[in-house]
């Protein structure tokens, strides 16, 4: 059995169609877009970070040249002056109480003469010891030209964290005195790491950047928590710290993603660190950091907005595509319905013509063409029920003949015929078989054109040599027609006729179901219409009569529910006495011609010609049937 392809419908390629030219690419640029936003904003929040890094880095930058310049200055006016006298001047000391005022993150200006007592300013709250402690620690520690920076540290009374400034001052080429500024580093760390009194666990937990300064050694300078400034605690252990650190401060700024725990969670961070660099002796790492997810939350969003918005698109696009699809293709599921209806027969069928153009010409060309199969199935229908009746008058004139050789016997074929019409109704047969069970019973004796005259005509008793001509009229007939296609359908019955159920008909000896039920309904009604029709010498039997000898033959030469069928015909007034004859009785006519003064009454076998030996009943107690058995033992 060969494969159904499955179809698919119109609609689901317009749709298919939408989706690659228009939903599609729709979703690849919102994907492409959202990917290339993605990037842009990675890379801007990465600039960002270094940008961030070195704009701090710059600023501690700053703060070491105000004051590296500061003690530079004064140190350069001192030795102009060529006069080591200036030093302890009333006037040097209005002038560093005038820097003090000037600059709100000095805390002490202290200028250290040789041999003599120190000069010294500083603000209220700053105890002197601390800064004569502070000021000797750097005329120690200085080294070389130049202003020398120190370390950041703590004074002890306050516990600010400071830095110290400290330049030597020649005069006449000999060290006249030592100047050192101490600079208060509280607001560069504010303006730096920018929250204060934070703690660093919630600054990781809430994925907050974290900004912070170390020194040279990996040391806190800056951070949000104050107890890791207080404590001075190293941040080696985080790869970014360590990373600078082994760079040697040779890298000025660099982005660096890298892993960190913090309380036994795990963060992919991404930071920034820039290198700031104060004097020439000290170097502090600038660093910020945060958790990725976090700093990149606003990728992550754009995506997700963009994705949104693409996919309301596409929704859009979807359903304005279904719309148009549907619009666009329901002409054509019109025309598809039209066609399935024209093709199961409804040829009225006709298509509204869409708005589009070529559909509206596609459905007008529909309606010319089903107009035009109309007109020639209707001219179809006319030539074949021409045909038909053509056919059935050429089986009519075929039967007609063979019943005209005798005139006793014209009409039988067409009797039989309708007897068998009758019984086949009552089987239930259909109106094909109806009609095919028609034309059979029509031809049923078409072989006896066959059959010589003499022996067909014979007056007297056939001989058994002319009886077994006369049995041969179904094979002639069945060989006469079987040439014709077109009358394959009919020959069970015209030759099978003769068959009984007993298996003792002829031509072939068939038995029960071997029989076909057309050839077993032509022999019930052949021998009915025999049985009653009037003869030349008696008159036909009267219905009831013939019914019940038929019944009588039931299971050796009829079959039981052809016969009742018969009966119900004949009960039901579909079969009568004046259906089934045709012709005037014989002996009636006779006597109307002689009552008419049209001659005396000839005997019988001086008068007519024999009708059909099939239906020939002889009248003698010593007469035999010519042809058919039945009839003989009927008539006996």
Request: glycine content about 8%.
């Amino acid at each position: 059995m060969p494969s159904i392809k499955k179809k698919i419908s119109l609609i689901y390629f317009v749709i298919a169609t939408l989706l690659v030219v228009g939903l599609v690419p729709l979703l690849l640029t919102g994907w492409t877009l959202s990917d290339k936003s993605a990037g842009e904003l990675r890379a801007a929040e990465n600039r960002y970070q270094i940008q961030l890094v070195q704009e701090k880095a710059r600023r501690i930058e700053m703060f070491g040249r105000r004051f590296e310049s500061i003690v530079d200055g004064l140190a350069v006016a001192l030795e102009l002056s060529h006069d080591p006298k200036v030093i302890g001047a009333q006037g040097t000391e209005a002038k560093l109480g005038e820097i003090l005022r000037q600059n709100p993150d000095l805390l002490a200006l202290s200028i250290k003469p040789v041999g003599v007592d120190s000069l010294s300013v500083f603000r209220p709250g700053v105890v002197q010891a601390d800064v004569e402690e502070i000021a000797a620690a750097a005329v120690n520690n200085h080294k070389g030209d130049g202003v020398w920076i120190g370390p950041p540290q703590r004074i002890a009374s306050s516990g600010t964290l400071a830095m110290t400034f400290s330049r030597e001052v020649k005069i006449n080429g000999a060290v006249a005195a030592e100047i050192v500024g101490i600079a208060s580093m509280q607001n560069i760390a504010q303006s730096v790491v920018g929250i204060a009194g934070a703690k660093n666990e919630d600054l990781w937990r809430q994925g907050l950047p974290i900004i912070f300064v170390v020194d040279g050694s990996g040391r806190t300078i800056f951070h949000p928590d104050k107890s890791f400034v207080e404590a001075g605690r190293p941040m080696t252990g985080l790869k970014i710290v360590s990373e600078w650190l082994e760079s040697g401060s040779q890298v000025q700024s660099a982005l660096v993603p890298f892993s960190a725990e913090e309380d036994g969670a795990t963060y992919n961070m991404i930071g920034a660190y820039s290198t700031a660099r104060v004097g020439t002796n000290q170097n502090f790492g600038v660093f910020t950091m945060q958790d990725s997810s976090r700093a990149l939350a606003i990728v992550g969003e754009m995506k997700w907005q963009t994705w949104m918005i693409s996919l309301l698109f596409a929704a859009f696009a979807l359903g304005a595509g279904l719309l148009l699809s549907r619009w666009m293709t329901s002409p054509l599921v019109n025309l598809s319905a039209a066609a399935e209806q024209i093709a199961g027969g409804d040829f009225s069928r006709r298509v509204k013509e869409g708005n589009i153009t070529e559909i509206g010409t596609l459905g007008e060309s529909f309606n010319v063409m089903s107009e035009k199969i109309e007109e020639q199935i209707a001219n179809l229908a006319r030539a074949a029920e021409e045909n038909r009746e053509l056919f059935y008058g050429t089986v009519k004139a075929l039967a007609a003949a063979i019943d005209g050789k005798d005139k006793y016997t014209r009409g039988h074929s067409e009797r039989v015929s309708r007897i068998s019409v009758a019984i086949g109704k009552r089987l239930g047969m259909p109106d094909t078989e109806l009609e095919t069970l028609k034309m059979s019973a029509l031809l049923h004796d078409i072989g006896k054109i066959a059959i010589d005259d003499a022996i067909l005509k014979k007056p007297a008793a056939l001989t058994p040599e002319e009886y077994e001509i006369m049995k041969t009229h179904p094979q002639k007939g069945y060989k006469i027609m079987s040439q014709i296609p077109a009358m394959k359908d009919f020959l069970p019955g015209m030759y099978m006729h003769h068959e009984m159920v007993n298996g003792e008909g002829y031509p072939q000896g068939l038995k029960g179901d071997q029989i076909p039920l057309q050839a077993k309904i032509v022999s019930v009604a052949d021998t009915f219409d025999a049985m009653t029709i009037d003869r030349p010498y008696s008159r036909g039997m009267q219905l009831q009569a013939a019914l019940a000898r038929l019944r009588e033959l039931v299971g050796t030469r009829y079959d039981s529910s052809v016969v009742e069928a018969l009966v119900e015909a004949c009960d039901a007034g579909e079969v009568a006495n004046g259906i089934v004859r045709q012709m005037a009785p014989i002996r009636e006519r006779q006597a109307a011609e002689s009552a008419d003064g049209q001659g005396d009454v000839e005997p019988p076998e001086a008068k007519a010609e024999h009708p059909d030996k099939e239906d020939i009943v002889q009248l003698t107690p010593d007469a035999v049937m010519v042809e058919d058995e039945e009839l003989l033992e009927i008539a006996s």
